[in-house]
């Protein structure tokens, strides 16, 4: 009987355990914030610009990591006002260097579908297929999401969808409350220039943040939630679901979710 290769075990195991993305070929103390530890970090990076270039990109590194969490924010609060389209919106997300994520993720995934539709999708952060094609919900989740989608007989096509977080969490771990804080005004500003009829929260995460709730995803699906945009603009009708990736190891909850997209398109017809 053939044995194993004891090396292509070890790696299934790394994957199956969430473990993707190689960050460095050195082990790095990310907690030593000294000028000494973030030198050496770039300084064993590899690459081909100038030597006058490399040290440009450490410096802008450098003041990121140490960036202040208020200041953090309000350069995001800033860059996303400015965007009045979602072309800027993109290009203001490429150049924010306000959250690491953006350093370990493949691609950043802005957003996919009709920006015309009265329905916005909004889900947590970028899987692994999702960072590899740049797209939202392409994977297990996302085929699942679909249909969803045509049990209430709509598509890709009809609707606009999006994350949370533009950047995959390095083993689709769960964003922290500090990558949700950089990011956010983004992901608010995405849904003012959408303005869409009703927002669906894909998930607790998503729901949670855009709702400043602290609330689980079980209290708060299953009925409809007013967002808010600003002082001056009507609150949107909203709607949290399961997440589902969440339904893929749950199955049972499918018949809520159900009655969710039902309500859903209820709610859509009224808008027409």
Known sequence: MKQNNPIIELLKWYIDSG????LENRPVNRLDLSTQSLSTKFDTTKSN???SQRKVQTTISSENILMSQDDTLKNAQINSAQANTLDDLRLAMENFNGCPL???AKNLV?????PNSKLMLVGEAPGAEEDRQGVPFVGKAGQLLDKMLA???MSREDVYITNLLPWRPPGN???TAAEIDALIPFAERHVELIA???LVFVGGTAAKAFLKSDQGIMKLRGKWLDYSMGYKKRPIHARAILHPAYLLRQPAQKRETWCDLIEIRTKLTQHK
Do not use: H, L, M, Q
Request: charged letters at 25%.
């Open 19 to 22: 473990i993707d993305v190689a």
């Open 49 to 51: 610009k100038p030597p």
């Open 102 to 104: 953006r350093e370990t």
């Open 110 to 114: 802005f957003g996919s579908g009709n």
């Open 151 to 153: 049990s209430i007989n």
């Open 173 to 175: 771990r769960t964003p």
């Open 196 to 198: 869409p009829k009703v």
